[in-house]
């Protein structure tokens, strides 16, 4: 069984920095992909990072947020720097058995598991 935990979340100013950290169960090394999401109030659930064979990232967050997996602690991060208030949402991880994915990180219907979420807001 897959479980899925994210922390991490907070209140930042603008141009501030969080980690969030995804602790996972049941996902080891070559067996899933990964990816963070957020959704902010009133719109729709967007991919901000992903780990496939690559990383990739939107392009809203590239070269500010960096995705990554520790698989000997079996946990996924997502460093974010220079943080803007358009920033701000839930924040979830989300993984999927390689054997199910379609080859789209970026869309929500491509994963089987998620976490509960992590808020981060940012401030002006």
């Known amino acids: 069984q897959v479980q899925l935990v994210e922390s991490g979340g907070g209140s930042v100013q603008a141009g501030g920095s969080l980690r969030l950290t995804c602790a996972t169960s049941?996902?080891?090394?070559?067996?899933?992909?990964m990816a963070w999401f957020r959704q902010a109030p009133g719109r729709e659930r967007e991919g901000v990072a992903g780990?496939?064979?690559?990383?990739d990232y939107a392009d809203s967050v590239k070269g500010r947020f960096t995705i990554s997996r520790d698989y000997a602690k079996n946990t996924m991060y997502l460093q974010m720097n220079s943080l803007r208030p358009e920033d701000t949402a839930m924040y979830y991880c989300?993984?999927?058995?390689?054997?199910?994915?379609?080859?789209?990180?970026?869309?929500?219907?491509?994963?089987?598991?998620w976490g509960q979420g992590t808020q981060v807001t940012v401030s002006s």
């Open positions: 989300a993984a999927d058995p390689w054997g199910e994915y379609g080859g789209t990180w970026y869309s929500p219907s491509e994963y089987k598991y």
């Open positions: 049941g996902v080891t090394y070559g067996t899933h992909v």
């Open positions: 780990i496939t064979y690559y990383t």
